[in-house]
């Protein structure tokens, strides 16, 4: 499976925890407790500018090795 994809499920993944987190939280009462789903969806966020930047260091590395 291709890195990019993967990190991609992945960030998809905490992404959908996170808003459930936020949802159930307000949905019970505990309102404090949507912290830990906006942490979940930074994480989906830290997880999705991951998967674009491996592309990018893909490509880096490709041109300095045909320049060296």
């Known amino acids: 499976m291709d890195t990019k994809k ?3 499920a992945i960030s998809i ?3 959908i925890i ?3 987190v936020i ?3 307000f949905g019970s009462g505990y309102p404090a407790f949507s912290i ?3 942490s979940q969806m930074a994480l989906a966020a830290f ?3 991951i998967a674009d930047l491996s ?3 893909k490509e880096i590395k490709k041109i300095l ?3 060296y």
């Open 36 to 38: 830990v789903g906006l």
């Open 6 to 8: 993967l990190l991609k």
């Open 23 to 25: 949802i159930i939280s």
């Open 47 to 49: 997880f999705f500018v």
């Open 65 to 67: 090795k045909n320049k």
């Open 55 to 57: 592309e990018d260091v």
């Open 18 to 20: 996170g808003a459930l």
């Open 13 to 15: 993944f905490f992404l």
